[in-house]
């Protein structure tokens, strides 16, 4: 009976003992599980991120594309406004050689025009390029924010990695202790130990794909430093382009200054010219006058004279003749004389009208006294010298007014005494004919009677002159 209670309570011992190892080797058991559970939490928190991390990368890849595509987009303005600059120097060059002669408001509007564009294509390509500039820095902070993750991101890595080995250390010591206990946990552990290598598999997978987003973020800043390059060379042509507008800046008050200089003068020397010309027509009327009277006071002393034979009839139908043809004269220089009173009055009405606008000082003179000018008139002979513009309706013209007078004849006998047969004063002696020459100047000059064929040229320079043909 002792024996048998003692092989009880022996028994009893043991299978408390055992009681009491199952109980410690299960509460093992339940924290290497809560363990596995905390690893795999851990785990599936690193896939979630790396996975955002994946998605936001490839975001940022796509904008930095949208960027490059942009910025060859801007460089292709760029280009383009390059040359619409290039074709508005040509054609300003080729304007500021002709511009008082050829230039007409439609030209200088068109030029004005494609200044403007030129403008707006710059204050265009400086807001692209300032949203560019916004644009990068954005993406220089999305990068530098995702460095400092994937620094924290690597930290952790290596703090769970660490955490991890020294896991694997207390199960393997644990599992060496257990199976001196207990033969039946091997499997439990050996299925621990299973896991975490799976774990550290998963670990290494997690390291590699780390790697590679670490070369990919390479790689991006090497895009990144490549666009900052591109980004600056279009800075370099922006500022080229400033200096270059500038300078046409320049060009144009200039030349603007240049054509108002002119005007002024051209309207200077129109008012001079004018009234040389107002002298002249006055001059020319003077001396018409002068031989009509002449012509009056011939006819007065052959009509007064007794003999009226067929050469004194035939001198006196020449000399009226030759006063219809000095009155038709007087008519036409008169006329002359009123149209360039009236041209020169709406011409200063123009140039009051043209000072209170600037923007008209552009117009061309040739196509304003074309419109303003009264008549037609026949272009000059081509020299070397052209005519200004502005000109009058009359051109300059050189008038030579033949005052034909009576030759002398000896068929006509002169009186032999100081008084005619009708009692008045005898005739004075016949003349030759005589050319008055008004130049434009003013000057008036007296030539001897030329030759028959001279007196055609000379009649017929006259009818030109009267014709306002120059």
């Known amino acids: 009976e002792v024996g048998q209670l003692k092989g009880k309570t022996s028994h009893e011992i043991t299978v408390k003992g055992d009681h009491k190892m199952e109980a410690v080797l299960d509460a093992r058991i339940c924290e290497l599980r809560e363990q596995m559970t905390e690893l795999q939490a851990v ?3 690193q896939e979630t991120q790396s996975r955002k991390l994946e998605a936001e990368l490839a975001e940022r890849q796509a904008d930095l594309q949208r960027a490059l595509l942009d910025t060859e987009q801007f460089r292709e303005l760029m280009t383009k406004a390059q040359k619409e600059k290039a074709e508005l120097e040509a054609k300003n060059a080729a304007a500021s050689e002709s511009l008082p002669a050829n230039l007409t408001k439609q030209e200088r509007k068109r030029l004005q025009e494609e200044l403007e564009k030129l403008q707006d294509l710059l204050k265009d390509a400086e807001v692209e390029k300032t949203e560019k500039e916004a644009e990068i820095k954005e993406l220089q902070d999305v990068v530098k924010e995702y460095k400092q993750k994937m620094g924290t991101l690597k930290r952790n890595q290596q703090t769970e990695k660490k955490k991890n080995a020294q896991l694997l250390e207390e199960a393997r010591k644990r599992e060496d202790s257990i199976t001196d206990e207990s033969s ?4 439990a552990v050996k299925k621990s130990s299973d896991r975490v290598e799976e774990l550290e598999e998963a670990l290494r997978q997690s390291v590699i794909i780390t790697a590679e987003r670490e070369m990919a973020m390479a790689d ?23 200096q270059g507008s ?11 200054k240049e054509l108002e200089d002119k005007n002024s003068k051209i309207q200077k020397l129109t008012s001079e010219r004018q009234k040389h010309m107002q002298e002249v027509y006055e001059m020319k009327q003077e001396a018409i006058q002068a031989a009509i009277s002449e012509k009056d006071s011939m006819l007065a002393l052959l009509e007064m004279t007794s003999i009226k034979n067929q050469k004194n009839m035939a001198e006196i139908d ?3 003749k030759d006063k219809r043809q000095l009155q038709v004269q007087l008519r036409d220089v008169t006329s002359k004389r009123m149209k360039l009173m009236h041209w020169g009055v709406s011409h200063e009405s123009h140039g009051e009208g043209r000072k209170n606008n600037t923007e008209k000082v552009v117009l061309s003179k040739r ?41 002398s004849d000896s068929k006509t006998p002169p009186p032999s005494t100081g008084v005619t047969p009708t009692g008045g004063t005898p005739p004075a002696e016949p003349r030759a004919d005589l050319v008055v020459t008004i130049g434009s100047d003013g000057t008036v000059e007296q030539d001897p009677a030329p030759s028959e064929p001279s007196k055609a040229q ?13």
Do not use: C, W
């Not at 320049?250 to 603007?256: C, D, F, P, R």
């Not at 008139?377 to 009576?406: C, F, L, M, N």
């Not at 000379?458 to 120059?470: K, L, M, R, T, Y």
């Open 246 to 256: 500038q300078k046409h800046d320049v060009q144009m008050t200039a030349l603007s």
């Open 318 to 320: 020449r000399l009226m």
């Open 220 to 242: 991006l800043q090497g895009q990144i430093e490549d666009a900052k390059t591109t980004i600056e060379e279009l800075q370099t042509e922006v500022d080229s382009l400033h």
């Open 184 to 187: 039946h946990l091997s499997s």
């Open 43 to 45: 785990k599936f928190e």
């Open 367 to 407: 196509s304003i006294s074309a419109n303003n000018s009264p008549t037609r008139y026949a272009p000059p002979p081509q020299t070397h010298k052209t005519k200004s513009a502005g000109s009058s309706p009359i051109e300059d013209e050189r008038v030579e007014v033949t005052v034909s007078t009576p030759a």
């Open 458 to 470: 000379a009649n017929n320079a006259e009818e030109n002159g009267v014709d306002g043909s120059g």
